[in-house]
């Protein structure tokens, strides 16, 4: 499977307050998720578990089937969601595709990926989306140089936090 990864920076995120907007809830998540998110003892941090793995399948879906259409959340479901210790794990659901995905909430940051790929965590002092592309270009050009021209790549970043996930194209 094609590498996807969500970061989502803690501090910033709950600022928002996701949980208690009822639009937000309704557009971004479906029944299923949101009985997770009410039945959780933590549902503001639920809230952006769940985004991330949205998008971790998302990324990895638009890689695998080379498709272009734009993240809609609410066209990614997360089912099958469990704890198992400190991972959550799960499948997402997009277009009839299941692709499994795991998430762990770390004090600053949660992140979520598609399981069987690398992944480096990488603390940046950059602020721009634009510093942020070139930074992990940057990560992935080196990756290259040690690896080979074979790898495949996702990237995140949000607040003071990158992660850039990998695999060969030969191993997906």
């Known amino acids: 499977m094609f590498p ?25 998540f479906h029944p299923s998720e949101l009985s997770v998110i009410d039945s959780s003892s933590v549902p503001e941090i639920t809230v952006h578990l769940l985004w991330a793995m949205k998008e971790a399948v998302y990324k990895s879906f638009v890689r695998n089937e080379a498709s272009s259409f734009r993240f809609i959340p609410h066209c990614v479901e997360i089912i099958s969601f469990c704890e198992e210790g400190h991972l ?12 499994s995905v795991q998430a762990e909430v770390f004090p600053d940051y949660i992140l979520a990926l598609v399981p069987g790929n690398n992944c480096e965590i990488i603390p940046v002092s950059i602020s721009g989306k634009g510093e942020a592309r070139k930074f992990l270009s940057g990560r992935a050009d080196e990756l290259r140089n040690s690896f080979g021209d074979d790898l495949l790549f996702s990237y995140s970043h949000d607040g003071p936090y990158a992660a850039i996930s990998y695999c060969r194209s030969s191993s997906r």
């Open 4 to 28: 996807g990864v969500d970061i989502v920076y803690l501090p910033g995120a709950l600022r928002k307050k996701r949980s208690d907007h009822s639009r937000y809830r309704e557009i971004v």
């Open 88 to 99: 959550f794990m799960a499948e997402g659901k997009i277009k009839n595709v299941q692709i």
